[in-house]
């Protein structure tokens, strides 16, 4: 079929993008021609880079490759297939997504848990069968998109506080009963991705315990890393989470699925009524299969966790001395603050150059302004790649001039 005539309405998209790019704003992607690790091949223009660093995956403990997984993956292929071809309820449920769901459980210490075909799905489906009219979703502002747009559809009335903010969380609590709520729900990541800050739970939970209020957490950055055993966020700070939400594409693996893990009635509702869930296709044998044996090397972590953390510690303190702006924490996401976004997208370009993939981070993922290469640890990274990246880092610093 030949092309048809531009329409308005093309021309309109087209004019978008050509916004988007003028403004600096448009994403591109590279190709990665090997398996995800702390150092990858990427074709860029048509050349293939070898061994470039990389800092910019979720691959916080390195499983993303480990042999282990790749295993279990494999044998559950051999002996359960390849696709389910069926929504959970309909003939898509095996044994193993159930002993999955009672694994996810027990390690996040909640009576039950239901899987998603993503995390984006989980909070798309959590709050729309929990919370009506009647009732309140209170929101911090810098949440997960998926949090956003998953309280969008339920019908509760939606109260938003300050990223962190425990004094305008307990405004809106107020706003909430005053407005009459029956259940008030606060939502919140456990850490926030852009900054690698950590939610103040242990103040949160003590808001949500003096308002009668559930706390929902999503622990996507946190799941496998963070606190006891990688129990995350809620286990570090020693406080329980009334919903937890995550995924088994960060940590734990960083393959796809999601997961809401809480109180059995609350599971057992979501499976009645969670549209992600119950209109959506089953998790592959071969995701499910990987998922359990990830929870067996998170479980058994502590030396990856160990070398993550130690990682973290060496990098920060490497970048601080060479004179970059970096947000406070003790979290592995660590960004360097250079607040316009070409300037990101220019320093991000050099670095490729150099051997080390990172990624600029700008509007709208971050707010205007506050533009930053977003560097994150991952526990299988050596010394000499630290090394490495740190010259590059000094290096390309001076080049764009953002170093002295
Ligand atoms: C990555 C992420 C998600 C989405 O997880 P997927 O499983 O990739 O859909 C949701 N919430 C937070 C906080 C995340 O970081």
């Known amino acids: 079929m030949p092309n048809p005539a531009p329409s308005p309405f093309l021309n309109h998209i087209t004019q978008t993008l050509a916004q988007i790019d ?22 860029h223009e048509g050349v293939t880079h070898e061994r470039v660093v990389n800092l910019c995956a979720n691959n916080y403990l390195g499983l993303a490759d480990h042999p282990a997984l790749i295993a279990a993956a494999k044998g559950a ?72 747009d998953g309280i969008r559809l339920c019908k509760a009335r939606r109260y938003r506080f300050a990223n962190s903010d425990m004094a305008d969380l307990r405004t809106q609590l107020e706003a909430a009963r005053a407005d009459g709520a ?6 919140t990541d456990g850490v926030f991705s852009m900054d690698g800050y950590l939610a103040r739970l242990p103040e949160i939970r003590a808001l949500a315990d003096e308002f009668g209020a559930l706390l929902m957490v999503d622990d996507c950055h946190a799941t496998g890393f963070m606190g006891p ?11 329980q989470a009334d919903v937890m939400t995550g995924t088994l594409g960060k940590a734990l693996g960083g393959a796809l699925g999601g997961y809401i893990a809480g109180p059995q009635p609350l599971i057992d509702l979501l499976r009645q009524r969670a549209r992600p869930y119950l209109f959506s296709n089953a ?93 994150q640890m991952n526990a299988k990274l050596t010394r000499d790649d630290l090394n490495f990246a740190l010259d590059a880092f000094k290096a390309a610093g001076k080049a764009t001039g953002v170093l002295k």
């Open 77 to 148: 292929m051999d002996d359960l297939g390849y696709g389910m071809a069926s929504v959970r309820f309909i003939c898509g449920t095996q044994d193993l997504h159930r002993q999955l769901e009672a694994r996810l459980a027990r390690f996040l210490g909640h009576d039950d848990s239901i899987l998603f075909a993503a995390c984006f799905d989980a909070n798309g489906g959590l709050f729309e069968p929990l919370l009506g009219t009647e009732d309140a979703v209170i929101s911090d502002s810098l949440n997960h998109a998926s949090i956003i």
């Open 229 to 239: 055993q990688g129990r995350g966020t809620p286990a570090h700070f020693g406080v």
């Open 283 to 375: 998790l592959p044998p071969a995701i499910v299969a990987a998922g359990l044996a990830a929870l067996d090397l998170v479980e058994a972590g502590d030396d990856l966790r160990a070398q993550l953390f130690e990682n973290a510690a060496y990098w920060r303190a490497g970048l601080a001395d060479a004179g970059f702006g970096l947000l406070d924490g003790a979290h592995p996401i660590i960004p360097v603050m250079l607040g316009d976004a070409k300037l990101a997208q220019a320093m991000a370009a050099d670095l490729f150059q150099r051997g080390v993939y990172v990624a600029g981070f700008f509007f709208p993922v971050v707010p205007k302004g506050a533009a930053r290469i977003r560097t």
């Open 22 to 43: 003028a403004d600096g704003l448009m994403k591109s992607e590279r190709m990665i021609t090997s398996a995800q690790a702390g150092r990858i091949s990427v074709n």
């Open 182 to 187: 029956r259940f008030i729900m606060i939502a």
